[in-house]
């Protein structure tokens, strides 16, 4: 067996904080090798010293039988090291071409016609399409996510990391994307995939190694183990029990969204008259690749972005003309997409971002002012529901952890009498445990008479925990026929579209 | 916060002292000078304190706006329309009736001029840097061009309005002959402490700050980001247009040309030194106002006055960096 990349011993403290212990990792040469684990076990530290863009502690790093020492990933790369991270690296201004040649044009002056050339070759051998001139802003999820592929051939990567790389695909296009994946392996070269999704490891990968807590658990090859097994390994115990779905009891319409018709910022419209009725008591969840209109649709449900045409019902009040005031005080809440940017400020202390958004509710409003006390028991609440991590209250925010502040988001949205939760993504960042808490706070909260419409580019998350399902597409909802309400593969079709 | 002002006012009055070693004079004795002009007796710390006044009004008008996100640079013309509204009006309408109508319309004035920053940022994404700064240009012009000619008093050899009439003047409220406390720089206290408790324990507070901080996730928070940056603005105007207002009714007596010498501009380091907590505006305008009186006292003997704009161009940069620091380490 020939190792293409070898892991030894590796150590990585940041501060008292040990990241990474002792953990080794050997990846045999042309097999798709799964590296799994929860947020926080080490997984993209360790991707990042093989990668050279942090320095280890101690171990050592081999490459083709030869210890190497990266010293940045500029490095790496010229040693055949390439990573997609979860977020891409495409900027939407250039073109296709542009993009994929970045920082790699081989020269001063730029030859275009050579450059196209090879990147037709490129594409050619992986079975993909581009029109290398056209802005890279055009590109969907699994566009970009196939450039950044040929990027790292184009700089003759023989071993590509994926950080999560189906996070934002559709069924259909995470099989193609393991299918040009495979081709790869068989021309020799060798992926490491990290990864949340288990169905992944099983279908497609040789070994999959775990880490838990900056330690190496286990590395086996798939054959010997289940998902269970390895869900089991991964979390270092027993799993919380999945939910029973059971029929929702006829309680009336909760929230009743009629033919609405919403701009996206481009001035385009985005939603063409969507329909959506929510039962009071129901987990509704939305699947869809990212930029379906889902983002458009919370935007416009919260009163952010301006409704153009239709109506929007909560629990028989029409609200299309409200403020995001008045409907957050009438019980509307938010677990916010983009939680930097959307849902905390990191700046201010968690006491103070426990109230974001409740501001002007009761207890936490009194007449003109802030109730100091209640906001203070508030804050104690919002930190105790789903045990959030943190050196005190009145700390800064970005003091926590992106799984902290998760936890904390999520609670603040769900524990002062919510009529409606809107929650895109709930569970961004959480570990298996951590996202069926937050999951089964919901539920709870529906129980008592309040409603969800649930977004999340997971369809596997969203079949385990939702009521029902609806499927997004282009700006438009499609119910999945009742004999298939629970069928992923159905699903996943209408999810791009087809029937 | 309060041991970095320590530091810095320490590190102030070396490269103060520095500066004094070069040009060839004691720093010891130049310090004592300073300090004996500026707190040295009861009216040189009377004289501190009219230097005070009009910057701590003036630096609580950008500390709003700082507080919502917004950089009012055009605090300065905001001032002068403010003061010179007061004068006119003051000159027609006497007495205590005088008085607060001059107030009131200085106010109404610089919450005016300052609104059209507040809209194109709000609607338009201007930049208010770039549009109070054009703003200032205007108001510095126009209102020269007023006190030149429609304003100026009849028989003036100079471009000046004609004096109030003393009823129409804010008396002081302490005048013991050796000291003299005005009822600007209570006026100062006073809104600042309001201030302080307002962006504290009130709702309206809470979320202009949420603004400040991050205007996205204060829209997401049911936050009419527009509309705060809107009032922002124009309620920094209007404390612009107060201290105007102020100055003329309690200092000056009248308007005329030259009638600022950069207190606008003073006052955005007084804003930028006060830290988080709007009380550090006391000081920080205190600071300012005591090299402001002092340097008069080395200018008279025989140093450059300027060195003392050095000394707080040199403290504002250090207090840049290190809030630059504290950001950079929060990552």
Redesign the interface.
């Known amino acids: 067996m020939t190792f293409a990349v070898e892991l030894l011993g590796i150590s990585k403290h940041f501060g008292a904080v040990a990241a990474l212990d002792n953990v080794s990792l050997s990846v045999e040469k042309g097999t798709i090798h799964a590296l799994v684990g929860e947020n926080g076990a080490g997984k993209t530290t360790l991707m990042r010293v093989l990668y050279g863009a942090l320095q280890p502690d101690s171990g050592e790093v081999k490459l083709d039988d030869q210890p190497h020492t990266f010293k940045n990933s500029k490095d790496a790369i010229q040693h055949g090291i390439g990573m997609v991270s979860q977020h891409y690296g495409i900027i939407p201004a250039l073109t296709c071409l542009q993009n994929l040649i970045l920082g790699a044009e081989g020269g001063p002056i730029v030859k275009v016609s050579e450059a196209k050339k090879r990147a037709d070759e490129l594409a050619k051998r992986m079975g993909f399409e581009f029109d290398w001139d056209s802005d890279a802003e055009t590109l969907s999820p699994a566009g970009a996510q196939k450039l950044e592929i040929l990027k790292l051939l184009w700089r003759n990567a023989k071993v590509m990391i994926l950080d999560e790389p189906t996070a934002m695909l559709s069924p259909s296009d995470s099989e193609a994307l393991f299918a040009s994946l495979r081709k790869l392996v068989d021309e020799g070269a060798t992926v490491i995939l990290v990864t949340h999704r288990l169905p992944e490891v099983m279908d497609h990968c040789k070994t999959v190694t775990v880490l838990r807590g900056g330690k190496l658990i286990s590395s086996h090859p798939v054959s010997e183990v289940t998902d269970r097994s390895l869900a089991e390994l991964i979390v270092g115990g027993s799993l919380v029990e999945p939910p029973v779905i059971e029929p929702v009891r006829d309680l009336g319409i909760a929230l009743d969204i009629s033919k609405i018709v919403v701009k996206d910022d481009r001035r385009h419209d985005v939603l063409k008259g969507l329909d959506l009725q929510v039962k009071r008591g129901e987990v509704v969840g939305i699947a869809g690749v990212d930029g379906s209109g889902q983002r458009e649709l919370f935007q416009a449900l919260?009163?952010?972005r301006k409704i153009d045409s239709g109506s929007v019902s909560i629990d028989d009040q029409e609200v299309t003309n409200w403020?995001?005031?008045?409907?957050?005080?009438f019980g509307l809440r938010?677990i916010?997409e983009d939680r930097h940017?959307?849902?905390?400020?990191?700046?201010?202390s968690l006491e103070?971002n426990a109230?974001?958004?409740l501001?002007?509710l009761e207890p936490i409003?009194k007449s003109?002012?802030?109730s100091?006390p209640d906001r203070h028991k508030w804050a104690e609440v919002v930190a105790e529901k789903f045990s959030t991590k943190h050196g005190g209250l009145n700390q800064?925010m970005?003091t926590l952890s992106g799984g902290n502040q998760q936890r904390f988001v999520a609670a603040r949205a769900l524990e002062m009498s919510p009529k409606l939760i809107l929650a895109f993504q709930p569970a961004r960042g959480l570990d298996l445990n951590g996202t069926a808490d937050v999951y089964a706070a919901i539920r709870e909260k529906c129980k008592a008479g309040a409603s969800a419409l649930v977004v999340s580019f997971d369809l596997d998350e969203l079949l385990i925990h939702c009521d029902r399902i609806v499927a997004m597409n282009r700006g438009e909802l499609r119910q999945p026929k009742p004999e298939e309400a629970r069928d992923r593969q159905a699903i996943g079709r209408l999810m791009v579209g087809a029937q | 916060m309060n041991g970095k002002i320590t530091a810095l006012i320490a590190g102030a009055l070396a490269i103060l002292a520095t500066g004094l070693l070069i040009s060839g004079v004691s720093p010891m004795e130049a310090t004592k000078t300073l300090f004996q002009g500026s707190l040295g007796s009861l009216g040189a710390f009377s004289g501190t304190l009219k230097e005070t006044a009009p910057l701590l009004i003036l630096g609580l008008g950008v500390y709003i706006a700082l507080k919502a996100g917004l950089f009012n640079i055009g605090v300065e013309g905001q001032f002068l329309v403010g003061a010179t509204l007061a004068a006119t009006v003051g000159l027609r309408v006497q007495g205590p009736v005088g008085i607060l109508l001059s107030i009131l319309v200085a106010c109404l004035g610089g919450m005016l001029w300052a609104l059209p920053a507040g809209l194109i940022k709000a609607y338009r994404n201007g930049h208010e840097v770039i549009t109070t700064i054009m703003m200032n240009y205007v108001a510095g012009r126009f209102t020269d061009f007023l006190v030149q000619g429609p304003l100026k008093a009849a028989g003036s050899q100079e471009a000046s309005t004609a004096d109030l009439a003393t009823d129409t003047r804010i008396p002081a409220l302490i005048n013991s002959g050796a000291f003299e406390l005005g009822w600007s720089i209570c006026v100062g206290v006073i809104g600042v402490i309001m201030l302080w408790f307002w962006m504290r324990?009130?709702?309206?507070g809470?979320?202009l700050q949420?603004v400040g901080?991050?205007p996205?996730?204060s829209?997401?928070?049911?936050?009419?980001a527009k509309k705060i940056q809107v009032w922002a603005m124009s309620l920094s105007g209007g404390i612009a247009g107060i201290a105007g207002a102020f100055q003329v009714l309690a200092y000056e007596g009248r308007f005329y040309q030259g009638f600022s010498p950069g207190y606008g501009f003073d006052a955005l380091g007084v804003a930028l030194l006060a830290g988080n907590s709007a009380i550090g505006l006391i000081p920080a305008s205190l600071l300012f106002g005591i090299l402001a009186k002092g340097g008069v006292s080395l200018q008279a003997n025989g140093v450059p006055k300027g060195i003392t704009s050095v000394v707080l161009g040199a403290m504002i940069l250090v207090a840049a960096s290190i809030r630059f620091r504290s950001v950079k380490s929060?990552?």
């Open positions: 919260l009163g952010v403020s995001s005031a008045k409907r957050l005080q938010l916010a940017e959307e849902g905390v400020i990191e700046d201010w103070d109230i974001l958004g501001q002007r409003q003109l002012f802030i100091t800064p970005r | 324990k009130t709702v309206a809470y979320e949420a901080a991050n996205t996730a829209k997401f928070a049911g936050i009419s929060g990552d």
